[in-house]
């Protein structure tokens, strides 16, 4: 392995996302009013789109970064082994969740939205025990066993598992939780193109989204 680390940073600032989506909706999801089944179905579908985004988060983690510190870090194997069940916990929820929006974007009715919020709200205490375990003794052992291109390769497959209609969504909410010096070294990674693209559409676009989810009168 080279002196160059992997960029450990990107995978924090995801996380923030995370939390900041999880930790919000359930205040979201208890404000609606009854009835309203516009309000539900706009955010059923982002909290959709949050959950299937950590499920491939966490499915490129199991499939590509448990194997190898595995193998390479094995006097860890039982902190690995707790970040799978940790992962298998907050995987559990997610099902419980998404059965329940088809009857609340129906009818929007407060005792279903409780229990999806209550339940968002057990996922997101969950998550927030495990991604402060792994940014604190895992991201640590990935600087000493990963390589940098290794570690980049996970970062492909989590943005090749993004929609397409949803890549400057993503991106945005990403920049969002990034510091000034962090925004500039992630979008100095994009090409031209990219960046042409989120500087002309991108910024509104994700304003807008946003906008939507946060904005309830």
Do not use: C
Not at 18 to 28: M, N
Not at 55 to 67: A, G, S, V, Y
Not at 127 to 145: M, N, S
Request: negative net charge; hydrophobic residues 45%; glycine residues 6%.
């Amino acid at each position: 392995m080279n002196d160059e680390k992997p960029g450990i940073w990107e995978m924090v600032v995801v996380h923030r996302v995370f939390r900041r989506e999880f930790g919000a909706l359930p205040a979201y999801i208890r404000a609606v009013r009854a009835g309203d089944t516009d309000r539900a179905a706009v955010l059923a579908e982002h909290l959709k789109d949050i959950l299937t985004g950590l499920h491939h988060h966490h499915e490129t983690e199991d499939r590509m970064l448990w194997p190898l510190l595995l193998e390479r870090a094995s006097p860890e194997k039982d902190l690995i082994l707790t970040m799978e069940a940790q992962h298998e916990r907050v995987a559990a929820l997610i099902p419980a969740i998404e059965d329940l929006l088809p009857g609340w974007v129906a009818e929007a009715a407060p005792a279903r939205g409780e229990r999806i919020a209550a339940l968002v709200a057990e996922l997101s205490g969950e998550l927030d025990a495990h991604l402060k375990q792994e940014e604190e003794e895992i991201l640590p052992l990935v600087t000493r066993h990963v390589t940098v291109e290794e570690w980049e390769s996970l970062g492909e497959a989590g943005r090749e598992s993004i929609p397409k209609d949803k890549l400057l969504v993503s991106l945005g909410a990403i920049l969002e939780e990034a510091t000034p010096r962090e925004r500039a070294d992630f979008l100095a990674k994009l090409p031209l193109v990219a960046r042409i693209v989120w500087m002309l559409v991108g910024r509104r676009q994700y304003a807008a989204a946003t906008n939507r989810i946060r904005t309830y009168r």
